[in-house]
C-alpha cells in the first residue's frame, strides 16, 4: 500500500479489510509493505512503488482494480483531459501484474475496454460483518453524541465531497424533509486538484441546518455512525462497488441509491433506486412511514452483507493465491 493513497478513500479500507480477512488462516502468512522474500504480491495500488516492484518482484504480482478511467469524471479538474492519459496509464499497471482483481463485473468489462490484456478474475469487495453489525447500544450512544433523539430519523451518506457523489441532492433532499436529519462523512481530497473545489465549498455553506457534515471519520468510529441512521442515502454518479454500501448492509440500513448501471452486477434487487430528488424524496418518505417497508429492505441489506462477509471473501482469495502460486490462472 503506498502512502500517497492515504487513508480516507475506499482503497485504504480494502487494504485493511484484506489483511483482517486473511491474518488468522494458517495457510497464509501475510506481511504487509515487507522487504522479506515473498511468493505472491497483492496490491491495492498502483503508484510509482507499484511499478517499481512489477520490475524488480520475485514472485507473482497481483493487483485489485479498484479504478477505472471514469472514476475521474467528477473527482479530478478536467478530467475528461485526463482520462486519456489515465486510461495509458490504467492499461499499462493493470498489464503489468500476472493476475487483475477487478472488484465488480463492471470493472471488469471496462478493464477489458481500455486493453488489459492479463487475467481477470472478479473478486467483489467484502465487509466484517460482526464488526458492523447492528447495535441497540451502540445505536443510542451514538445518537447521544450527534445530539439526535432516538426518535429522530437519521440518513447518512458516506465519501469524499466532490460533485460525482452527488452531494448536491443529498443537500437538496434534506431541504424538503426538514424534519429529518441528514449525516454526511466524508471530506474533500486532492487540494486543488479537486473538481469544483470552490463551488462544492459554496454549496456546502448553503446546506440546512439539519445537514452536519462530520468529516473524516476514524475507521474504527464508523460502526457508530451506521448504527446512528436509520437510512443509507448514497446520490453518487458512478462507482465501482463502495464499501459504504456494504458496511451500511452489513448495519442493516436500507440503501437508497442512484439507479447506476454497475450496481445492477453486484445488488441485485437488495436496495431502493432512483434517479432525481423528487424520486429519492419518494423512496425515502417511504421508508419513514411505513415500518413494514423499512423492516424489508433492512432485511435485504442483511443479505447483501452476508453474500459478501469477509470470511467468503478470504476463502475465494487463498484459493485463488493457490492457483496463482501453482501457474493454474491463465
Known sequence: MEAFVGKANGVYTAFIETIEALKNHKEVSVRVNSKEDYDIAHFHSMGLYYLWKSFSRK?????????????????????????????FYLRLAYNRADVVLPVSPFVEHKLREIGVRKPLRTICNSVDTETFRRNEERRKEYRDKLGFGQNDVVVLGVGQIQPRKGIDDFIELAGRLPKARFVWIGAQLYGHLATQRYGMQRILNKAPQNVIFAGLIAFQQMPGYYNAADVFFFPSHQENFPFALLEAAAS???????????????????????????????????????????????????????????????????????????????
Do not use: C, M
Request: charged share 20%; hydrophobic share 35%.
Open 59 to 87: 514472485g507473482q504480482l497481483l493487483l485489485t482494480a479498484h479504478v477505472v478511467p471514469e472514476s475521474l469524471i467528477g473527482s479530478l479538474i478536467l478530467g475528461h483531459l485526463w482520462s486519456p492519459i489515465a486510461k
Open 252 to 330: 442493516e440500513l436500507p440503501l437508497v441509491l442512484r439507479d447506476n448501471p454497475e450496481y445492477r452486477f453486484i445488488l441485485s434487487d437488495h436496495y431502493l433506486k432512483a434517479n432525481s430528488v423528487d424520486g429519492f424524496y419518494s423512496l425515502i418518505k417511504g421508508l419513514s412511514d411505513d415500518p413494514d417497508q423499512l423492516h424489508s429492505y433492512q432485511h435485504h441489506s442483511e443479505l447483501l452483507a452476508k453474500q459478501h462477509d469477509k470470511k467468503t471473501y478470504a476463502s475465494r482469495l487463498i484459493t485463488l493465491y493457490k492457483d496463482v502460486y501453482r501457474n493454474k490462472v491463465q
